[in-house]
C-alpha cells in the first residue's frame, strides 16, 4: 500500500521570504501523479501543484514550485515570496496512475503553515 | 469557472439519524469521489464512480452507500448516524481524459449529537 509522510507538523515563515514544506512516499509503482492540496480556515481544499511520474523536470506554478525526487521518493513544495494569504494547511498527495478511472488520492497528515508580517 | 457544488454545506443530525448529502460534478466530469475529513485529519477516501457505476471502495462504513445518478450529480446516504461520523464530507469530480486533477468542492460539515 502506498503511504504519504508529512514530517512537519507545523512551519512559519516572515512574509516574503521562501519556505518549504517537505513530503515522501512510499509506492512500488512507477507511474504516479503526487499533488500538493491548500486547505486555508474556509476548509476548501484547493489544488495548488501537480507533478507527473514520468516528468523529469519539476513543476512551477507562480511562486509555487515542487523538488521531485524520484529515487528518494521526496515531493517538497516550495513557496517563494510568501503571502498572508498563504497561511494554510498544505497537504501532499499520491494518486496511482496504474489505471485510467480508479485513482483516489492518499494524503499526508498535513503541514499547517504560518505567515508572520 | 463552475466549481463542484456540495449541498448541505451545514447538516446536524441526533444519533441514528439519516442523513443524506449531495454532490453535483463540474460539468463534463465523468467521476466523482467522495472523502471524509475528521477534525484535526487527512482526507480519507470512501467510494468513487465513473459514469454512474462503483468504481473504487475505500474506507466506507456498511451504514453508508452512495451513488451517480444519469446527470452524473452523486449522493452519499448515511444511515444510523453516530457521533464519530462528525466530519467535513467532500465530493470531488474529476475527468478521465486527462491527468485525472481532482477538484474539491466546498464540503458538507456534518454534526450528529
Known amino acids: 500500500a502506498q503511504t504519504v ?5 507545523e512551519m512559519s515563515v516572515q512574509e516574503a521570504e521562501t ?3 517537505s513530503c515522501t512516499y512510499d509506492t512500488s509503482e512507477s507511474d504516479y501523479y503526487l499533488f500538493w492540496y491548500k486547505q486555508p480556515p474556509s476548509r476548501q481544499m484547493i489544488l495548488v501543484i501537480r507533478q507527473e511520474a514520468y516528468k523529469q523536470q519539476n513543476a512551477t506554478e507562480n511562486r509555487f514550485s515542487v ?4 529515487a528518494a521518493k521526496s515531493f517538497s ?4 515570496d510568501s503571502q498572508l494569504g498563504d497561511a494554510a494547511m498544505y497537504f501532499c498527495a499520491y494518486r496511482s496512475a496504474r489505471y485510467r478511472v480508479q485513482g483516489n488520492l492518499i494524503f499526508g497528515k498535513g503541514t499547517k503553515l504560518s505567515v508572520k508580517p | 469557472a463552475a466549481g463542484v457544488i456540495q449541498s448541505p454545506r451545514h447538516l446536524i443530525k441526533e444519533k441514528r439519524e439519516t442523513a443524506t448529502l ?7 466530469h465523468d467521476t466523482v469521489y467522495w472523502y471524509q475529513q475528521g477534525p484535526g485529519q487527512d482526507p480519507q477516501f470512501l467510494i468513487s464512480f465513473y459514469e454512474k457505476m462503483q468504481s473504487d471502495k475505500g474506507s466506507i462504513p456498511d451504514r453508508f452507500s452512495a451513488q451517480q445518478f444519469s446527470d452524473y450529480h452523486s449522493e452519499l446516504n448515511m444511515s444510523s448516524l453516530e457521533l464519530g461520523d462528525s466530519a467535513l464530507y467532500f465530493c470531488a469530480s474529476s475527468f478521465t481524459g486527462g491527468v485525472n486533477e481532482q477538484y474539491f468542492g466546498p464540503g458538507t460539515r456534518l454534526t450528529v449529537t
Open chain 1, 5 to 9: 509522510t508529512q514530517s512537519q507538523p
Open chain 1, 19 to 21: 519556505v518549504t514544506l
Open chain 1, 67 to 70: 523538488n521531485f525526487q524520484k
Open chain 1, 77 to 80: 513544495l516550495k513557496i517563494s
Open chain 2, 22 to 28: 449531495k454532490c453535483y460534478p463540474i460539468p463534463r
